[in-house]
């Protein structure tokens, strides 16, 4: 394959964009080779500087959920563009797309905008500190929440990848009252509770993870936090940022019938253009300048064009919810081809998926928190993402970050992941 353009591209980025990238994992630190520079996508397949086509399984780690270059998001997006591509002052779809998210996310009452989800989750910990006047918040090892400092605390994503637990500019006082429990373990989220008793403001959680890849919680663990969250006076955050409107309608939160006090948002809600929100119980939201003393603001915030295009798709989505049951069985799909190719070649690798969230971990442990994730071969991944992108299908590039299904992938390209697969294990065997 020939990726020349790329290799130039990225060549001259490094000299003017940190290690060449905007965001890290693109830079593929973790797997080995070199980024590729994309110049257009369409449908399931993204296309690189060079002409080549890649078979996406990122789908912008979730966003395109109904693929690349939908035509009902992409003429939304134009109308808009021509309508102004800023008014920094209210505008109708505000209020359409906050009534349209409040109807799928019947926990959501009212919701903020903001412009990504590392915004959502820094402006919800803000208000459930101004809420509750307490300043702790306790998060789970491997849940990435953004890169707020108070998050860069044994995050998962990136920082998992790039082993940075605590980043350097993170002070001490904030990491002091960041606190940790593993993912799926009550008990000691139950401990940790006591030893800081009326300290903690918020619990904050991937209801499914997708950042140590895609980890499923266990029977009763969100329900237990729920009830803990109720007994202490502690705002229960949900993070869905990655799983809202990917997993139901009304996300993690409907398929494991929670209601949290709070929900973050992003992804998918902007239909691909810089979006985040958060939301929730109607008096805890009117905590938020300027209705309450909690101060959140931004000029981009609300943007007309990011507007129309979550509108644009959360309807298409609201309206036709058969794409749910679609996504989980093309999903389902690629997890039996794999299982298959496994017991073929005799070899027991761990997959976890739910919905359109799937992940193979080069492990025979069961992987339930970020400890049994790590348990991974994580040089065999490398070689593994290599050989996909080789074979023209782009994984993401990390271990510890789930696939994303998206509606454009069919019978064809099921049958392309599938067999990509099998031939990895027969090369790397043989
Ligand atoms: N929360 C979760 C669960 C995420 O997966 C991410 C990003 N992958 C974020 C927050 C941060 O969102 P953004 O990258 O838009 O800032």
Same mark, same amino acid.
């Given at each position: 394959m020939n990726i020349a353009t790329s290799k130039e591209l990225f060549e001259r980025a490094q000299d003017y964009i940190p290690g060449g990238?905007?965001?890290?994992?693109?830079?593929?630190k973790a797997v080995g080779g070199d980024p590729i520079f994309f110049a257009k996508a369409e449908g399931a397949y993204m296309y690189d500087e060079d002409g080549n086509a890649y078979l996406d399984l990122i789908n912008s780690w979730g966003p395109m959920i109904l693929g690349h270059a939908n035509k009902q998001v992409e003429e939304a997006i134009f109308k808009a563009v021509i309508g102004s591509p800023s008014f920094g002052a209210p505008s109708r779809m505000e209020v359409e797309l906050a009534e349209l998210i409040t109807e799928m996310v019947p926990s959501i009452e009212k919701v903020r905008m903001v412009n990504s989800g590392t915004e959502a989750t820094m402006s919800a910990i803000r208000l459930a500190r101004g809420f509750t006047k307490r300043d702790k918040v306790l998060k789970f090892e491997?849940?990435?929440? +953004?890169?707020g400092d108070s998050f860069l605390i044994a995050a998962g994503s990136g920082a998992a990848t790039m082993g940075i637990p605590n980043s350097p500019g993170v002070t001490e006082g904030t990491a002091k009252d960041t606190l940790l429990a593993p993912f799926n373990d009550l008990e000691k989220v139950k401990e940790v509770t006591a030893s800081n008793k009326g300290e903690i403001a918020a619990i904050i959680i991937?209801?499914?993870?997708?950042?140590? +890849?895609c980890v499923l919680p266990n029977s009763g663990f969100l329900e237990g936090l729920r009830s803990l969250c109720d007994e202490e006076g502690i705002v229960l955050i949900f993070d869905e940022v990655m799983s809202g409107f990917r997993l139901a309608k009304g996300g993690a939160q409907e398929v494991y019938g929670i209601k949290p006090d709070l929900t973050t948002l992003g992804k998918i809600i902007g239909g691909g253009m810089p979006v985040g929100a958060y939301g929730g119980r109607k008096d805890i939201m009117d905590f938020v300048s300027p209705q309450g003393p909690v101060y959140q603001a931004g000029t981009l915030s609300g943007n007309p064009v990011a507007m129309a295009a979550g509108y644009a798709q959360l309807s298409y989505l609201n309206e036709n919810p058969e794409v749910y049951t679609d996504l989980e069985k093309t999903t389902k799909q690629i997890l039996e081809g794999y299982q298959k190719v496994l017991k073929k070649h005799k070899l027991n690798y761990t997959m976890n998926q739910i919905g359109s969230m799937i992940s193979l971990f080069f492990t025979d442990q069961k992987v339930f928190d970020f400890e049994t994730a790590k348990s991974c071969d994580t040089e065999l991944f490398g070689k593994y993402f290599r050989f996909n992108l080789e074979n023209g299908v782009y994984l993401?590039?990390?271990?510890f970050e789930t696939w994303f299904i998206s509606t454009c992938i069919g019978g064809e390209e099921v049958q392309k992941i599938i067999q990509t697969f099998d031939q990895f294990l027969k090369q790397s065997q043989g």
């Open positions: 990238v905007n965001s890290p994992v693109r830079a593929f491997g849940c990435y929440h +953004g890169h991937e209801p499914v993870p997708g950042n140590m +890849g993401p590039p990390s271990q």
